[in-house]
């Protein structure tokens, strides 16, 4: 068998492998299809908001006008949440810049041809 042969084979079972794994992976993935679609809008959602600040500042105040009791209820469980999340990202994000400075460190290792 010829070395070309050899290669065209090797590719042929390749490719094959590489399609069952990403049927096998959308498999996976159809079962978290919806908690997906709900985070994207989310996000979606929070894009906007951020571009339109002066919409939450309207939205909170009126909420504190209206139920002062309601609004002061959710302000401590907001804070609870902004305190959480500050702390989580403040862990997280040291390991993040360890993983850049290690793929930085990787790719100067590599030779360039």
């Given at each position: 068998m010829s070395v070309l042969a050899e290669i065209i084979?090797?590719?042929?079972?390749?490719?094959?492998?590489?399609d069952a794994q990403r049927r096998a992976l959308a498999e996976g993935f159809a079962g978290?299809?919806?908690?997906?679609?709900?985070?994207?809008?989310?996000?979606?959602w929070a894009a906007w908001?951020?571009?339109?600040?002066?919409?939450?500042?309207?939205?909170?105040t009126a909420i504190a006008v209206l139920r002062p009791r309601f609004a002061l209820e959710w302000s401590a469980r907001l804070l609870t949440l902004w305190r959480v999340?500050?702390?989580v990202y403040d862990a997280i994000k040291p390991l993040a810049g360890e993983r850049a400075l290690r793929e930085k460190k990787q790719t100067e290792l590599i030779p360039r041809v």
């Open positions: 084979e090797r590719r042929t079972r390749l490719v094959a492998e590489a978290c299809r919806s908690v997906l679609v709900v985070a994207d809008r989310g996000i979606a908001l951020r571009a339109r600040p002066y919409l939450v500042v309207a939205f909170v999340g500050r702390l």
